[in-house]
């Protein structure tokens, strides 16, 4: 079964820290890029952090650089999104998405172009 598993995400103080993850399973990550990308009530999903290569382009979102760390492992099939110093414009769903598409080296910004995606996570920043 294709399918992408987000976990890790829950109720955190500002300031806190959380770590998600997603698990791939029924294709592999290593020919893919892949990304969290977050949705608020009311707003657009927005990319967060997208990776294609561990030893390549990176891309962070402007609100979060500094404080989210992405990383993959391919060996694993698992995506990783570290986040740290979080505040109350975190707060929204957190989904992994995985796309074929690769543009300079890392995947496409727009969450349109991606082709799997897992269930997402919740996390809320709220003291």
């Known amino acids: 079964q294709v399918q992408l598993v987000e976990t890790g995400g829950g109720l955190v103080q500002p300031g806190g820290s959380l770590r998600l993850s997603c698990a791939a399973s029924?294709?592999?990550?290593?020919?893919?890029?892949i990304g969290w990308f977050r949705q608020a009530p009311g707003k657009e999903r927005e990319a967060v952090s997208v990776?294609?290569?561990?030893?390549?382009?990176?891309y962070y979102a402007d609100s979060v650089k500094g404080r989210f760390t992405i990383s993959k492992d391919n060996a694993a099939n698992m995506l990783y999104l570290q986040m740290n110093s979080l505040n109350h414009e975190d707060t929204a769903g957190y989904y992994c998405?995985?796309?074929?598409?690769?543009?300079?080296?890392?995947?496409?910004?727009?969450?349109?172009?991606?082709?799997?995606w897992g269930q997402g996570t919740q996390v809320t920043v709220s003291s």
């Open positions: 998405g995985a796309t074929r598409l690769i543009v300079h080296g890392l995947g496409p910004l727009d969450p349109n172009e991606y082709e799997r």
């Open positions: 029924g294709f592999r990550l290593d020919s893919y890029a």
């Open positions: 990776i294609y290569s561990s030893d390549g382009r990176v």
